[in-house]
Each structure stands twice: as structure tokens, then as C-alpha cells.
């Protein structure tokens, strides 16, 4: 009997876990609206439509994002917080719960072709 609570109380816990780990990712989710509005203020101006007025050849399109390593919630959101070259940082700017969702955004508006 003692070792059949056992199993159940390990089976349990581990269903505790999995539970939380699933609700708690899901607390963290991008919001794609207000990833769009936070696009529409801070970055429309040089990559509208997905594009680059600056450096035509490093746009946010899936084409480019993936020939240079920047088709990843991680990447994209990495470069958003520190900058690089002509791509200025918004660590300051922006909260890192805005990063993620500019990201996202951006992630998702890739793999539609900015349409």
C-alpha cells in the first residue's frame, strides 16, 4: 500500500509540474497586438512592409531573417534589446515583456510575407 501512495503521490507531482509549466508559459505569451502597435511606434519607420530603408538586404522578410540567424524569438529579441551596427537598442526604450512581443510579431508577420 505504501509503495502504490508513493507512485501516486510522484505521479501527482509531476502532473503539478507539467501543469505549471504549461500555465506559466502561457502567462508569458506574446501579445501580438500589442507587439504590432509597439512595431507601428518604434520601428515602421525603417522597416515598413518589413523592409529595411537603411540596409536593403537585412529585411524582417523569412528570406532574410533565416540567411543571417535572426528567425527566432531569441535572436530577433536580442537584437531589439542590444542593437547592432545601424539598428539602435531599445533596452531602454521598451520593457522586456514588450521586446518579446515586438518580436513575436515581427516572427509572425515573416512567415505571413508582411501581408
Excluded at 507512485?7 to 507531482?13: A, E, H, M, T
Amino acid at each position: 500500500m505504501k509503495k502504490q501512495l508513493n507512485k501516486l503521490i510522484k505521479l501527482l507531482l509531476i502532473t503539478c509540474l507539467s501543469l505549471t509549466s504549461i500555465f506559466t508559459s502561457s502567462a508569458y505569451a506574446a501579445d501580438l497586438v500589442n507587439g504590432a502597435q509597439i512595431f507601428e511606434v518604434h520601428c515602421v519607420g525603417c522597416h515598413i512592409n518589413g523592409g529595411n530603408i537603411v540596409r536593403r538586404g537585412k529585411t524582417l522578410k523569412k528570406k532574410a531573417l533565416k540567411k543571417y540567424g535572426m528567425d527566432s524569438l531569441e535572436a530577433i529579441s536580442s537584437i531589439v534589446t542590444n542593437g547592432k551596427n545601424n539598428m539602435s537598442a531599445y533596452k531602454d526604450r521598451l520593457t522586456p515583456e514588450q521586446i518579446q512581443d515586438v518580436a513575436a510579431y515581427v516572427l509572425e508577420q515573416s512567415a505571413k510575407d508582411w501581408r
